[in-house]
């Protein structure tokens, strides 16, 4: 069996309808927050790339802390991009899956030979790649070369 190139789970990523109301069936129903909110804008200077194409994004999002991973609700602001497609054909639900690596380039071109690379961007810091894993994985996998918070210039805790 070969080594893992994923070491560590960092976050899920749910993408939800009605941001507000989700956060507060989670802390209602199961205990979870304190939650953290943002608007997340992503464009050219984001160097933010779906399916290699430049594009602008906006999302807002909310995150919490269950153990030692970082959930992420993603309320897609606009109708086109991936968390918005995601949303239109399959409904609220887990769409990615955020690993460490110990190194994230090698990674990166090691797994896009067999998986097609849908997204990448740098924010808060971090360089971040989302690999079309679904069919292999049952799961889009998203690869970041850190964690914000990490650095004390992140944009999101």
């Known amino acids: 069996m070969r080594d893992p190139i994923f070491n560590e789970t960092l976050q899920l990523g749910i993408v939800v309808r009605d941001l507000e109301a989700t956060v507060r069936r989670y802390e209602e129903d199961y205990g979870i927050g304190p939650w953290t909110f943002a608007q997340i804008d992503l464009g050219e200077a984001n160097n933010y790339r779906e399916y290699g194409r430049p594009d602008e994004r906006s999302n807002r999002i909310a995150v919490a802390w269950v153990g030692q991973v970082m959930w992420e609700l993603i309320e897609p602001l606009d109708e086109e ?34 998986n097609k690379l849908m997204l ?38």
Do not use: W
């Open 120 to 157: 990448s961007c740098e924010f808060s810091g971090i360089d971040i790649a989302y690999l079309d894993t679904q069919r292999n994985l049952g799961v889009t996998i998203e690869i970041a070369s850190g964690m914000p918070g990490d650095r004390e210039d992140s944009d999101v805790t």
């Open 81 to 114: 991009g991936i968390f918005a497609h995601f949303l239109s054909e399959k409904g609220e639900g887990i769409h990615h899956v955020a690993v460490g690596t110990p190194n994230f380039y090698e990674t990166v071109a090691g797994t896009e030979r067999e």
